[in-house]
């Protein structure tokens, strides 16, 4: 069992930067790949920003790249989200998420939600224009 503990969410003005973090429980975090996804009011959870359980690879949806940075710190048993220039639209509740990756998997940095199977209860970001 993984749990997944979610914050550095906040109030942000529109251009402002957050980072989150995410803390895993376990002392086996760095088998796992990440993920954040996020969900706004009234639409369906979508992918952000993923990192393969080796770091070597990441995967972002369009709407953040060049804005977001996922990195993760096997140390700390910790997996960030770097948010600069901020939108409006970037409002939500950000979820981190992990699974242990299958063999010959451990480059991948998965972008669909079931393909993660432990979540945390989210941080929530609200962007002001």
């Known amino acids: 069992q993984v749990q997944l503990v979610e914050s550095g969410g906040g109030l942000v003005q529109a251009g402002g930067s957050l980072r989150l973090s995410c803390a895993a429980s376990g002392r086996t975090f760095s088998s796992y790949a990440m993920g954040w996804f996020r969900q706004a009011p009234g639409k369906e959870r979508e992918f952000v920003a993923a990192?393969?359980?080796?770091?070597?690879?990441?995967n972002y949806a369009d709407s953040v790249k060049g804005r977001f940075t996922i990195s993760r710190d096997n140390a700390k048993n910790t997996v960030y989200l770097q948010m600069n220039s901020l939108k409006p639209e970037d409002t939500a509740v950000y979820y981190c998420?992990?699974?242990?990756?299958?063999?010959?998997?451990?480059?991948?940095?998965?972008?669909?939600?079931?393909?993660?199977?432990?979540w945390g209860r989210g941080t929530q970001v609200t962007v002001s224009s």
């Open positions: 998420a992990t699974v242990l990756p299958k063999p010959m998997e451990w480059s991948v940095a998965y972008s669909l939600p079931h393909q993660y199977n432990y």
């Open positions: 990192i393969s359980r080796s770091g070597r690879s990441t």
